[in-house]
């Protein structure tokens, strides 16, 4: 991909997608971290879960996401969290 996508853009694009990794009661492991950058590279962009049982914020845990896994958080919503590759995103 060599242009840049807008919010819009990804959310259209992630909206199209399932969940292909789950965040259950133990939280953000390393093994999820890795899980998410094998992820990204492969396909640019991810949706995670979260189970509502883990007693976490979402947003708390997204920021923790993306600040370890080095990627962007487009989106939050309900359990659902959106990832991309920083690479293709728009500041």
Known sequence: MST???KKELVKRGSTIDPTIHVGKE???DGVIEEIKTQ???AKIV???MLPAAGEDIKDVA???AN???????????FT???CDP????N
């Open 4 to 6: 840049k996508l807008s």
């Open 27 to 29: 939280g953000v492991s």
């Open 40 to 42: 990204i590279k492969r």
């Open 47 to 49: 949706k995670v879960k």
């Open 63 to 65: 920021a923790d996401i």
């Open 68 to 78: 370890r896994a080095g990627v962007k958080c487009v989106e939050t919503r309900g």
């Open 81 to 83: 969290i959106l990832l």
């Open 87 to 90: 690479k293709i995103a728009e």
